[in-house]
């Protein structure tokens, strides 16, 4: 399963690859990361069929989480990624909104590594 994982914080990237570091050797998942909404619109456009799933965060510069969830939805539709919100801030506002725009899901930071493992079946 290829993620592309969304988020301002380049940090994050050395995060997933230590706590995916197994499966990622059993090639069990495949990451990507962007560090902005328009990287991650330009990685999707290059590879649109390849992304089963993407994690975004919500607040970032420039074209925020929410904006990339519905540029996603307007225009990958075959097959539609799974989108999975992540934001350091759990209010209702954000998730009613991210909701509404068709996010399948909505973590809270700091990521919950073994609650997103069991969402993703692992």
Known sequence: MKILVVDDERDIQVLFEQR??????AKVLEFAFAF?????LTYLNMHEHETV???SD?????????ELLR???QKFVKPPPVVMMITAYGDAENYNTA?????????????D???LKQKLNL
Not at 58 to 65: E, K, R, Y
């Open 20 to 25: 995916f570091r197994k499966e990622i050797r």
């Open 36 to 40: 902005s909404g328009e990287e991650a």
């Open 53 to 55: 799933l993407i994690l």
């Open 58 to 66: 919500i607040n970032m510069p420039g074209m925020s989480g929410l």
């Open 71 to 73: 540029h996603i939805k």
């Open 99 to 111: 909701q509404e725009l068709g996010a399948d899901d909505f973590l809270t930071k700091p990521v």
């Open 113 to 115: 590594f073994v609650l």
